[in-house]
């Protein structure tokens, strides 16, 4: 049987050459006495300050550059905590997997509500992105139990990328709060969550639509014997 720390990862992102080079220069000079838990929970407190900071925007707008100031830090600890662990040989596949991404569903969650609370997103919108992101999240796990295959990426983008994006949305939004799409003017970023909430559902429907495929081929019984 095919164990979970045999699954393979699929990290096809623009950046993930520099990204890993830059993360393995990191992990080498980290101080000994930091471990990935110290990273993980670093990760998560820049997600809580996040959407907290996204909330304080709707009374102090420069507050979303202090929300890009947290994404960068959650960046720091979410990404090299698993890189940290491995140049350490301290690799615990099934904690890390289980409680980095129950963390990260977590701080989902509080980043977009948060946002929802800004005045630059309405609520509803925000709610909509932040569904199907976890929708996605989902798929995305059990895939990893069912295919051994943990898909990190699609169409070139994973959770830096999408930060970056995120990230200059923020400093747009705040100096062009609204533009204006076909007569009406809206809030930027509602455009953009609906955008991005409509990216993700395809999303969704092609990994499910591969992975329902692959999996009814790989166990579609053959002279009275599964093809494994």
Known sequence: MTTFQNAARLQTSVLNGIERRVLVWLAERMPRAVNSDHLTVLA??????????????????????????FLAIN??????????????????????FYV???????????M????????YMHLTVALAVLI?????????YLATYT???????FFKLGPTELRILLAGGNVFALF??????AGSEILWLDAAGIGTAIGLGLTLLYSIVGNTRALYLEETPVAGKLRL
């Open 147 to 153: 295919r051994h295959t943990f898909r990190m990426t």
């Open 75 to 96: 960046w720091f600890g979410d990404s090299l905590d698993g890189t940290l662990a491995r140049v350490r040989n301290r690799q615990r596949p099934r904690y890390g």
């Open 112 to 119: 977009f509500v948060g946002l929802g609370m800004s005045g």
């Open 100 to 110: 980095d991404h129950v963390i990260d569903c977590l701080g989902a969650t509080m």
């Open 176 to 181: 062009k709060p609204t533009v204006t799409m």
């Open 132 to 140: 199907a992101y976890l929708l996605l999240s989902a798929e995305v």
């Open 44 to 69: 998560a407190i820049a997600m809580a300050g996040t959407g907290l900071s996204y909330a304080w925007a709707r009374t102090w707008p420069p507050a979303l550059l202090l929300v890009n100031v």
